[in-house]
């Protein structure tokens, strides 16, 4: 993807989505459940941040729910990026880049 094509996906998901949950989940049960619940309540695009062991399972399964858009959330490392990528995140969120 062109650094103009990453713009514009931004851009979409911002339009799609202008409230984004930023999520800190502890239990691998509730991803599915919750992130359903929140993209039928019209907010689509969710954020999990990368805070606990679990998280980027998480974002596997959230990102399985139709109509979600899953991005991870505090990203302090390249190899961060990689796996939260790898997981099936389609946006990113770095401490201190707001």
């Known amino acids: 993807m062109t650094p103009a094509e990453q713009s514009r ?3 979409e998901i911002c339009r799609r989505a202008p409230v984004v949950p930023v999520l800190v989940l502890d239990d691998l049960a509730h991803a599915r459940p919750l992130a359903e619940a929140l993209v039928a309540g019209g907010l689509p695009a969710l954020e999990v941040t990368l805070r606990t062991p679990i998280a980027l399972e998480a974002i596997r399964i959230m990102s399985e729910v139709p109509g979600g ?3 991870a959330g505090t990203l302090l490392t390249p190899a961060d990026v ?3 990528l790898a997981a099936g995140a389609k946006f990113g ?3 201190g880049a707001t």
Do not use: D, M, T, Y
């Open 9 to 11: 996906a931004a851009l």
């Open 69 to 71: 858009i899953v991005g």
């Open 82 to 84: 990689r796996a939260a």
């Open 93 to 95: 969120v770095s401490p």
